[in-house]
């Protein structure tokens, strides 16, 4: 179904108590650099049509972020991130439509994967 509201894209922000640390992390989890570094407080990566992630220099709300990011392969996924020293255990057996892993970067976000099962097909995904 088309969409009708205003809304045309989502940029999901995560707050960082260490701008370069966040970077580190962060770069690791998505498989790659910030796309730009519009601002020192600030670092984007573009995923293309699916939205844009941000990283902001924000002390007093690092911690509180969650982050849902939709991925192919979790198991993939998470095998490289333990290869990089990065904690994410699957869960493919709480739900019958998503496979997940959730990860903590250094202030204490979660950064959730999910990957969709054989015959789910995510809104927008």
């Given at each position: ?25 962060l ?51 998470a ?9 994410l ?17 250094p ?9 969709a ?9």
């Amino acid at each position: 179904m088309p969409r009708t509201g205003p809304v045309l894209g989502v940029l999901a922000g995560l707050p960082t108590s260490d701008i370069d640390r966040g970077i580190a992390w962060l770069s690791v989890v998505l498989g790659e650099e910030p796309s730009a570094r519009p601002m020192p407080v600030l670092a984007d990566w573009y995923l293309g049509p699916a939205g844009t992630v941000q990283l902001v220099l924000d002390p007093d709300r690092a911690g509180g972020g969650l982050l849902t990011l939709q991925v192919d392969d979790v198991t993939a996924v998470a095998g490289r991130l333990r290869a990089a020293g990065i904690t994410l255990e699957v869960d493919a057996t709480s739900s019958e439509r998503v496979a997940f892993g959730t990860a903590t970067d250094p202030d204490g976000n979660a950064v959730t994967l999910v990957e969709a099962k054989p015959g789910f097909a995510p809104q927008g995904g």
